[in-house]
């Protein structure tokens, strides 16, 4: 095992900076599931159906999650919608919300209700600016007719939008969320420090030839070349601090990846820490790292504490976890109380890092 020297190493509880926690019966599911992964802070997503678009909404939300789950930090945010004016911003900020979810129309799940055009919140963003609010970034360009953008480029661009929000409000703390290219990792590197960028465990390991013909692997951005894959795992380890943790586990059931039209997200969240270790070592058994690059310092930052310091959040319960090598493969499958929902887990059947409560 490559990384045979982490087992017994302990790291600060892990902050997940984008998670998808749904609703309903779903959600009940998926909490239990954030604390395993070794996690206790989790940024969560507002791509609900309808969207959180009120800080209203977002309140009840949160509640109704805090109420599931007493033991997890949950940062809020909206969905960025033309119901969202500058007074929303002000109110969000003063009720506790931490950031504005921006999802290019049609992109991806339910962003039916998401951004044409950026111009017409620039007034939105001048006031998140002043409020210290976070823009979280989806950032993909919509397909459009004649034009060559899909999803293999969409990414890519959308950097120059990314560049130009960034020189418009340079106070404005930006996240370009889940980055899965060489290109959009440089980009986030050119800026200044108010831009950083979240990376998944899932876009570790996965290239075009793992979501081509596999629905479990297919999530957007979807995943791209070896050479953005082996760009991704190199900034894990590279101590730079624009980099941090962010699974963007999507939990869709079972049913919605099999239709015709299969649903884009990946569940990852009962072995969020874990999944990450395995890819470090996929990492270094490739020949990309080497298990130097890997130190107990580092881990803790991309885990724990860079998340945490861009979002100025404290880490208030002050817990720690236990690395502990495979032991069992992660589980078939998922599935609530009356057996009526199924969620299938990214990488079932596969050994994985335990993250254990000290
Ligand atoms: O794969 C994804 N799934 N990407 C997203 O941006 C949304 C997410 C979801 O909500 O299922
Ligand atoms: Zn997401």
């Not at 909404?57 to 919608?81: G, I, W």
């Not at 979810?101 to 991806?108: D, F, I, L, M």
């Not at 609010?133 to 397909?143: A, F, K, T, Y």
Request: proline content about 7%; glycine content about 6%; hydrophobic content about 40%.
């Amino acid at each position: 095992m490559a990384l045979e020297k982490l087992n017994g190493v302990e790291l600060p509880a892990a902050a997940d900076m984008h998670v998808h926690l749904r609703d309903g019966d779903m959600t009940k599911l998926v909490i239990p599931t954030i604390r395993r992964g070794g996690v206790n802070t989790v940024f969560v997503m507002p791509n609900l159906v309808p969207p959180i678009t009120t800080v209203h909404h977002a309140l009840d939300y949160k509640e109704r999650l805090q109420a599931l789950e007493p033991n997890v930090t949950f940062l809020m945010s909206l969905y960025l919608h033309p119901n969202i004016s500058p007074e929303t911003v002000i109110e969000a900020k003063q009720k506790g919300v931490t950031g504005i979810k921006s999802y290019p129309h049609g992109v991806t799940t339910h962003s039916d209700h998401g951004v044409m055009s950026y111009e017409p919140f620039f007034p939105v963003f001048a006031e998140m600016e002043r409020q210290d609010m976070v823009l979280n970034l989806h950032g993909e360009l919509p397909p459009s007719v004649g034009e060559d953008v899909t999803v293999l480029n969409a990414e890519e661009a959308f950097l120059p939008t990314l560049l130009d929000l960034h020189k418009r409000f340079p106070k404005l703390r930006i996240i370009l969320e889940h980055c899965t290219s060489a290109a959009a990792l440089k980009a986030v590197q050119s800026c200044g420090p108010t831009v950083a960028a979240t990376i998944t465990a899932h876009h570790l390991f996965m290239i075009v030839d793992d979501w081509a013909g596999d629905p479990h692997c297919f999530c957007k951005p979807v995943a791209k070349l070896p050479s953005d894959r082996r760009a991704l795992l190199k900034a894990v380890v590279s101590g730079d601090s624009k980099f941090f943790f962010g699974t963007d586990s999507a939990p869709h059931p079972a049913t919605s990846k099999r239709g015709e039209k299969f649903a884009a997200g990946v569940f990852t969240q009962p072995h969020a820490v874990g999944l990450v270790i395995d890819a470090l070592e996929m990492g270094i058994e490739t020949g990309v790292l080497t298990a130097d690059d890997v130190t107990e310092e580092k881990l803790a930052n991309f885990l724990s504490h860079y998340g945490r310091s861009f979002y100025k959040v404290a880490d208030e319960r002050n817990e720690r976890i236990i690395l502990s090598k495979p032991a069992k493969p992660i589980e078939e499958i998922l599935k609530t109380e009356d057996g009526k929902i199924e969620v299938v887990p990214f990488r079932r059947g596969r050994m994985s890092w335990d993250a254990i409560w000290k």
